[in-house]
């Protein structure tokens, strides 16, 4: 399984953009999606996740009501729509597939990042 990230960029604070993850592979549909971030200097951080099984997703409280993350099996990607963006979000975004949850280690496979930068 390969995933492929895309859709930062640069984007003025209040903006938003929207990730892109596109996976290879048949297990698309049976795994979790999740989102994590590293910013400069400081430690990875799990953004967001969506399960597999019924669909639910969760996210960290400091993106909770900014973010919202889906899957879309029929196009084996999965999306991460950013609102209201802060400079806090720049970091580097990164996908994973595997079973779910908000470590790292939850899952089997991650995709290289996209850098999203928020700045004025």
């Known amino acids: 399984v390969q995933l492929q990230a895309s859709g930062g960029g640069l984007v003025q604070p209040g903006g938003s953009l929207r990730l892109s993850c596109v996976a290879s592979g048949d297990i698309f549909r049976f795994s979790a999606m999740g989102w994590f971030r590293q910013a400069p200097g400081k430690e990875r951080e799990w953004v967001s996740y969506?399960?597999?099984?019924?669909?639910?997703?969760y996210y960290a409280d400091s993106v909770k009501g900014r973010f919202t993350i889906s899957k879309d099996n029929s196009r084996n990607t999965a999306y991460l729509q950013m609102n209201s963006l802060k400079s806090e979000d720049t970091a580097v975004y990164c996908c994973a597939a595997g079973p779910g949850g908000s470590e790292w280690s939850d899952y089997d496979y991650w995709g290289q990042g996209t850098l999203v930068t928020v700045s004025s």
């Open positions: 969506v399960s597999s099984s019924d669909g639910k997703s």
